[in-house]
Nanobody, 123 residues
Framework: QVQLVESGGGLVQAGGSLRLSCAASARTFVSYAMGWFRQAPGKEREFVAGISWSGDSTHYADSVKGRFTISKDKAKNTVYLQMNSLKPEDTAVYYC????????????????WGQGTQVIVSS
């Protein structure tokens, strides 16, 4: 059974930082690409960042380039999303997802999903 559990969301002022974590089962982590997505109220889910199964390649949405960093800790089976210089428009529920294909993740989808963690950025 593949499980993804996000944590680290919360309320932060504009310009602040948060680090999201996504803990995955060992099998998922070893063989799957991972991604972060977000969905704001009234909007469609959007791709935020992705990382290949090896960790050698990363991808970002234009809206977060230079501010967000995705990384993975293989020893902890955890993927992180470091979010800096947060803006009110970053407010959303953030989800992590896993898929065998990096291309699928970057295209905005995933085979397995976590439950999400809320991020609120106040102005």
């Amino acid at each position: 059974q593949v499980q993804l559990v996000e944590s680290g969301g919360g309320l932060v002022q504009a310009g602040g930082s948060l680090r999201l974590s996504c803990a995955a089962s060992a099998r998922t982590f070893v063989s799957y690409a991972m991604g972060w997505f977000r969905q704001a109220p009234g909007k469609e889910r959007e791709f935020v960042a992705g990382i290949s199964w090896s960790g050698d390649s990363t991808h970002y949405a234009d809206s977060v380039k230079g501010r967000f960093t995705i990384s993975k800790d293989k020893a902890k089976n955890t993927v992180y999303l470091q979010m800096n210089s947060l803006k009110p428009e970053d407010t959303a529920v953030y989800y992590c997802a896993a898929d065998p294909s990096t291309t699928t993740v970057v295209a905005g989808n995933g085979h397995y999903w976590g439950q999400g963690t809320q991020v609120i950025v106040s102005s």
